[in-house]
Each structure stands twice: as structure tokens, then as C-alpha cells.
């Protein structure tokens, strides 16, 4: 490793980054190393914009390869080589509108059914029943349960931790899954032997994720769902059911509003509440 990039990951760290979050905002930097052959740290003001424009208006990237790319690039020389260029502040990726895959209820009970790993599965219906995302969910401790006050805490985006309902069902199925290891301090433990001796870390992002790709295919489920699907399912589930908007923000851990606001865009309640207009309007057309 560098010295270069040592002091950006150090920089990371201090900043409170994720490791997911390290790991891409370094790679972003690489990118543009081996783009110009040169170290990152050789470049010029000029060059960040060619780049920048090469990936927007040349290459077409996605908007969230564009946020990474400049989120990586105003972090590495703005924090770490410190230098307040103009350009920096030029640099915006967009964003992509698009509405969320949700699945009903139905296709969630499916889809979970055909996890086969046990501990791949309590772990899905935990992402599920708490509305959490994957990296909360994978890096859950045996002692972030509360069973006395029925809550699970969770470290969020930001190192931010909050609290949510725990279901009597998930607690069970979490308490079956122990009994299978009976090692902390992972709920979801990478390796399942019982009462193992040795501290094994938790799944893996990537594992789960194909567990639930592999267990898509097996339901039938013909949406473009993905693990982050479930959390979206959730919320639209609990907004259906008449958890105001406010305690879904909460639970969600969003920091606005808004983020969470999506959300009515794609319950049946409100698509029902137009059926009549939509019928007026159509009518003798």
C-alpha cells in the first residue's frame, strides 16, 4: 500500500466512512490514476475536469458510478491533498428518479420461503421485519437485541444508531437460528458450526445477496428486485397499514422527509383512491 493511499484511508476513517465506503472511494481514485498513467497526487486541476466530462458525456456512466467518482475525488483532494480547486465545486453526478421495486406481501412470504440456508434466510426476514439495510443487517450482534423492551439497535449510515420494533416471529426465528451456533458475537455468523470456539466473523454482503438472487429465480419472482427491495417492501407495507409517514421515517433511519415521502407514490391505498377519477375521466372517451 502507498503512502498516498494510507493517508486516504486514515482520512476515511476519521471522517467515520464505511469500509464499503472506503473501498469504493479508493478504487474511484485508482480509476483516475491509471486514466492519466500517473499518481493521483500529479494531477492537474484541468485533467480532473477532462476526466470528469470523459466519464459524463463520453463513457455515459450511471449516476451512481458518477456520485462515487465524485464524491472519491472531492474527498481525496479536498481533505487529504488540500487543494480547494474550483473545480470541485463544478463536479455534480445527478441523480437517477426512479421509483423502487416493492413486492407484496405475497411475494415476500414466497421469496423467503425459498432461501435455504438458515442462516441466510432469518437473516433476509430480519432485513425485512426491520426495515434494515444490508450492511446493518449482516454486522448485527447477538447484543444489539433487546427482547425485554422488544427492539433491535442499529448502527446506521453515519455511524447514526436508532432503534426498531422487533417482532415477536423475527425474535423467534432469531432465537432458532442461536440455538443452531450458540457463538457471539454475530447473529448471523459467517460459519454455522455449533458452539464454535473460534470468533468467526458475520455473512457477507455478497454471499446474501446471491442467496437472494438464487432464491428469486426459485420463486418465480419475475421483478427486478434486489436485497434492498425488502426495505423498500417494508416501508410501503407499513405505510399501507397506516404507520404514518413520520414513524416510517424514523424506523427507516432517513434524515429527511422527503426520502421517505416516495413511499406514497406506491401503495395500493393510493392507487385505489384514484380509481374512481381515473374512471370520470376516461368515461366517453
Known amino acids: 500500500m502507498t503512502v498516498l493511499r494510507n493517508r486516504m484511508i486514515q482520512d476515511m476513517q ?35 475536469r477532462a476526466y470528469f466530462l470523459q466519464l459524463r458525456e463520453v463513457q ?5 458510478t458518477l456520485q462515487i467518482a465524485v464524491a472519491a475525488i472531492k474527498f481525496f483532494f479536498g481533505s487529504t491533498l488540500q487543494r480547494p480547486w474550483p473545480v470541485l465545486g463544478l463536479l455534480r453526478a445527478g441523480k437517477a428518479k426512479k421509483l423502487p421495486v416493492v413486492l407484496s406481501r405475497n411475494e415476500v412470504r414466497a421469496l423467503l420461503g425459498c432461501v435455504r ?11 425485512y421485519a426491520g426495515g434494515l439495510r444490508i450492511s446493518e443487517g449482516v454486522n448485527l450482534q447477538v447484543s444489539d437485541v433487546d427482547s425485554q423492551r422488544m427492539v433491535l439497535r442499529v448502527l446506521g449510515k453515519g455511524n447514526k444508531e436508532r432503534q426498531v420494533p ?8 432469531l432465537r432458532g437460528l442461536f440455538r443452531l451456533h450458540g457463538s457471539k458475537p454475530w447473529l448471523f455468523p459467517a460459519g454455522l458450526q455449533p ?5 468467526a466473523g458475520p455473512i457477507s454482503a455478497g454471499n446474501l445477496r446471491l442467496a437472494f438472487k438464487a432464491a428469486l ?7 427486478p428486485a434486489t436485497v434492498h427491495s ?16 413520520r414513524v416510517i421515517q424514523e424506523i427507516l433511519g432517513h434524515r429527511s422527509p ?16 384514484l380509481t374512481g377519477p381515473l374512471q370520470a375521466l376516461a368515461q366517453g372517451l
Open 195 to 199: 458452539r464454535a470456539t473460534g470468533v
Open 230 to 245: 425488502l426495505r423498500h417492501s417494508y416501508a410501503t407495507h407499513l405505510l399501507e397499514a397506516g404507520v404514518s409517514l
Open 217 to 223: 429465480r426459485r420463486s418465480g419472482i419475475t421483478k
Open 117 to 127: 440456508a438458515p442462516v441466510y434466510r432469518v437473516c433476509l426476514s430480519t432485513l
Open 14 to 48: 476519521l471522517k467515520g466512512l464505511r469500509p464499503t465506503t472506503q473501498q469504493a472511494y479508493v478504487h474511484a481514485i485508482y480509476m483516475v490514476a491509471k486514466h492519466y498513467h500517473q499518481s493521483p497526487d500529479q494531477l492537474t486541476e484541468e485533467q480532473l
Open 166 to 173: 422487533l417482532a415477536l416471529p423475527t425474535l423467534e426465528s
Open 258 to 273: 422527503a426520502t421517505t415521502a416516495i413511499y406514497t407514490h406506491l401503495t395500493t391505498e393510493v392507487r385505489a383512491q
Open 60 to 64: 455515459h456512466c450511471a449516476p451512481g
